[in-house]
């Protein structure tokens, strides 16, 4: 049968948040506000854009948080315009774990709140463009933990949700995995601690990026 391993992007493949927190302090800033703690914006990593806003700013409209996604995906284009994804390296390990899932017979997916565009750049830099069957994103899913995303990578990848798992940073990915019926890894390298992974329903959850392929044997 087939077995589906779908990674998260931010904070699971990458370390973003340099260029995160800088796209929301600038969108932030062209909308006269003062920027979020950078704690408060890694804590959303992981939500779409509109979402995210939300979270950071739950007293504003719609409209202001519809012009604040705006703003920051303005800024986040400008920043890879400028060379900016050199500051979204890939995690210690990360190349090595997906070629040994690979080997072992797993087909590798992508759910992440990044557009088709931005995941698209990601996944070139780093010369991963080949490596997985299904790619899920923002533009085409609601926000997680909806299990809108996973549900389409397993339906793309022939997977079955007891032979899928979800492999994430945040409570997020974690959530989600439990409303698509897929197993919950959590990383540790990520945006939110392991115990929130746990009381989220991580069965599983990985200290370094080589524990991947032995966790899921």
């Known amino acids: 049968m087939t077995r589906l391993a779908v990674f998260d992007c931010d904070g699971t493949l ?10 929301m302090e600038t969108a932030f800033a062209a909308n006269g506000l003062a920027p979020p703690p950078r704690e408060a914006t890694r804590r959303i990593v992981g939500l779409s854009l ?32 400028n060379g ?10 990360i190349v090595a774990a ?4 690979a080997a072992d017979g797993w087909l590798l997916g992508v759910a992440t709140g990044k557009s088709d565009r931005g995941l698209g750049l990601l996944l070139a830099h780093h010369g991963l463009s080949d490596r997985f069957v299904t790619l899920q994103t923002a533009d085409r899913h609601p926000s997680k933990p909806d299990p809108s995303m996973l549900l389409a990578a397993m339906a793309e990848a022939g997977a079955e949700p007891h032979m899928t798992a979800m492999i994430g940073d945040t409570s997020f990915d974690m959530a989600m995995a439990r409303a698509a ?17 746990a009381a989220a329903g991580a ?7 080589r524990d991947l392929p032995g966790m899921l044997a």
Not at 84 to 93: A, S
Not at 203 to 209: E, P, Q, T, V
Request: aromatic share 6%; proline share 4%.
């Open 84 to 93: 900016g994804l050199g500051d979204e390296p890939l995690f210690d390990g």
């Open 50 to 81: 509109v979402e995210a806003m939300r979270a950071l700013l739950p007293d504003a409209d719609e409209a202001a948080h519809r012009r604040l996604a705006q703003d920051y995906k303005h800024a986040f284009h400008a920043m890879r315009g």
């Open 181 to 197: 019926g897929a197993t919950a890894v959590g990383v540790a390298w990520g945006y939110h601690a392991p115990d929130e992974l």
């Open 203 to 209: 069965k599983l959850i990985a200290g370094h990026a």
């Open 98 to 101: 997906i070629d040994q899932l």
């Open 14 to 23: 990458v370390d973003s948040q340099a260029n995160i927190c800088r796209a």
